[in-house]
């Protein structure tokens, strides 16, 4: 997460793409695909070489959707964090598919009264998916705006009913060496997790995606489940899960076993708290040449900045 920046791709290499299929078509595709989980397809090459993705936009901005320009599909799906697959942008969208994504099971254990193993396509039966547009930041200053396909995951928590001891859930990538390769290397400790409060976890802006542009969601951006938290930093965006455990403590995060003095469990977008080696104050959205200024919250002010009234926001980055 550390080895690029956004600086280093030059404008050159960023090429605008115009969408030009039928947006119903993907998500009914789409939608089949992930109750189904049909093998994954190729991306059609109209969809590949097309321009920006003014079928996706939404006419009006809401709190799930902003009307910003949208990141090129081939950006999105091209240039991805996904240390399982190796540590440069590149590599997850060349070598991620390995991994199988069908069958897959999420097990959910911990304080809950409806502990399982489930197959996914029973564990998200009957579960509204919706198609919401949000950005995505990463602490490394570069931003993208996808439109997502997935439901809400509160959702999906009330089905497993947590008890009162359940104070934060915590997230588990699967640990597969053969299909991840990245695995066999110590860059990280292997499984990667990630971990929410409870109220974290339960904002209807935090959703699960299965999906994105209207497909099923690539390989390389977390298939065929990754969590989406709107006003943080990409990395609390846990690809691939395989486990979802309700706790009583706070979990361990991944980037913050890794390197603790800069990756704390909150990682909230803070433009005024700075990364140890980098101003937090602006972003270059992928895509765009200019640096724009960073929203606190990542402009989701409104509907999280409660959550966390009275917390140090420098002490819990
Ligand atoms: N399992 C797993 N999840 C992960 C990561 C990872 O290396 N492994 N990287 C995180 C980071 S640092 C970012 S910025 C986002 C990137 O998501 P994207 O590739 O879809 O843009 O995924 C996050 N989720
Ligand atoms: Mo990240």
Not at 162 to 189: D, H, N
Not at 240 to 254: A, G
Request: aromatic letters at 12%; glycine letters at 6%; proline letters at 7%.
């Amino acid at each position: 997460m550390l080895i690029k920046h956004a600086d280093d791709i030059k404008s050159s290499e960023i090429t605008p793409e115009q969408l030009y299929l039928n947006r119903r078509k993907f998500i009914a595709s789409a939608s089949a695909a992930t109750v189904g989980l049909v093998a994954s397809t190729l991306i059609p090459s109209s969809f590949a070489t097309a321009k920006s993705g003014d079928d996706f936009k939404p006419k009006n901005p809401s709190k799930y959707n902003t009307t910003e320009d949208l990141t090129p599909y081939k950006d999105v799906t091209m240039y991805n964090n996904f240390y399982e697959f190796g540590v440069d942008k590149e590599d997850p969208a060349e070598n991620a598919h390995t991994l199988k994504t069908k069958p897959w099971t999420v097990s959910v254990k911990g304080h809950v009264k409806k502990p399982a193993t489930y197959n996914l396509d029973d564990l998200i039966k009957g579960l509204t998916l919706e198609d919401r547009i949000y950005r995505l930041r990463c602490v490394e200053a570069w931003s993208m705006v996808i439109p997502w396909l997935g439901f809400p995951l509160r959702d999906l928590i009330k089905r497993f009913e947590p008890t009162s001891k359940a104070k934060y859930v915590a997230f588990e990538t699967l640990y597969s060496p053969e299909q991840m390769p990245g695995q066999s290397r110590s860059v990280l400790k292997w499984p990667y997790v990630e971990g929410l409060r409870l109220d974290e976890a339960m904002n209807p802006l935090t959703i699960l995606a299965t999906g994105l542009y209207g497909k099923q969601l690539p390989n390389q951006n977390g298939a065929p489940l990754r969590l989406i938290v709107p006003w943080k930093y990409g990395f609390k965006s846990i690809k691939s899960i395989v486990k979802i455990t309700f706790v009583e403590t706070q979990p361990p995060t991944s980037w913050n076993i890794h390197i603790p003095n800069e990756y704390g469990f909150y990682s909230n977008v803070n433009p005024e708290v700075d990364h140890p080696r980098w101003s937090q104050g602006k972003e270059r959205r992928i895509g765009e040449f200019f640096k724009q200024k960073t929203l606190m919250f990542n402009g989701y002010t409104d509907q999280v900045a409660s959550m966390y009234s009275g917390m140090d926001m420098k002490k819990n980055f």
